[in-house]
Nanobody, 131 residues
Framework: QVQLVETGGGSVQSGGSLRLSCEAS????????MGWFRQVPGKEREGVAV???????SYAESIKGRFTISRDNAANTVSLQMNDLKPEDTATYYC?????????????????????????WGKGTLVTISS
């Protein structure tokens, strides 16, 4: 079992920055991929950024060049630095971890809950961007 707790959401104006953090506890040795997904009401949850335990990353096209994912395996944390935020980035952001031994960032980003292995999710943190 893995528990994930997100911090860092909030409200900023367009063009601003926020940093989300997620701390994992429990069986953290199994978290081969960790990442961030987001969801707005009425839409499916979508992948934002995923990082493998070796540091390989994958990003959604809509946020490339603006968001950066990082991971501290010793501290069991994953962070998402979000710059140049836009109103369309408004969503609830979820931290996620996948236990598939051969987890690939691009595949977990694309498939989310449908991907191999067992996945764990945080409760989410709301990010609101005003224009």
């Amino acid at each position: 079992q893995v528990q994930l707790v997100e911090t860092g959401g909030g409200s900023v104006q367009s063009g601003g920055s926020l940093r989300l953090s997620c701390e994992a506890s429990g069986d953290t040795s199994s978290t081969h991929c960790m990442g961030w997904f987001r969801q707005v009401p009425g839409k499916e949850r979508e992948g934002v950024a995923v990082i493998e335990n070796d540091g390989s990353t994958s990003y959604a096209e809509s946020i490339k060049g603006r968001f950066t994912i990082s991971r501290d395996n010793a501290a069991n944390t994953v962070s998402l630095q979000m710059n140049d935020l836009k109103p369309e980035d408004t969503a609830t952001y979820y931290c996620a971890a996948n236990t598939y031994t051969y987890c690939l960032a691009r595949d977990f980003l694309e498939e989310g809950e449908a991907y191999f292995g067992r996945d764990y999710w945080g409760k989410g943190t709301l990010v609101t961007i005003s224009s």
